[in-house]
């Protein structure tokens, strides 16, 4: 059974940092990409961060570029975004979601974790 679970959401004061982690469980095949999204009250769900496996590549929304960091440690199966000069517009809730299984390296997104609750104050 597939499960993704985050941890490491909290409250922060703007310029403050996080590390959100995701361990990722059940996967019997390797992963073409891992992503970071969130959804704040009232807006649609974005994606923040993507990690390509593959390719190697990362994909970071511009509101978030040179702040946030998505990283990756196979060994323990689990993805991290390290979150630095928070503002109060990264309030929301932050999810991980991963693909199923896929031959080439095409991403989708068909599992997600329970969420992890980000609240920045100024």
């Known amino acids: 059974q597939v499960q993704l679970v985050e941890s490491g959401g909290g409250s922060v004061q703007a310029g403050g940092s996080l590390r959100l982690s995701c361990t990722a469980a059940g996967f019997l095949y390797r992963r073409n990409c891992m992503g970071w999204f969130r959804q704040a009250p009232g807006k649609e769900r974005e994606a923040v961060a993507i990690i390509y496996d593959r390719a190697g590549s990362t994909y970071y929304v511009t509101s978030v570029q040179g702040r946030f960091t998505i990283s990756q440690d196979n060994a323990k199966n689990t993805y991290y975004l390290q979150m630095n000069s928070l503002k109060p517009e990264d309030t929301a809730m932050y999810y991980c979601?991963?693909?199923?299984?896929?031959?080439?390296?095409?991403?989708?997104?068909?599992?997600w974790g329970q969420g992890t609750q980000v609240t920045v104050s100024s």
């Open positions: 979601a991963a693909p199923k299984y896929a031959p080439d390296s095409s991403c989708s997104w068909n599992y």
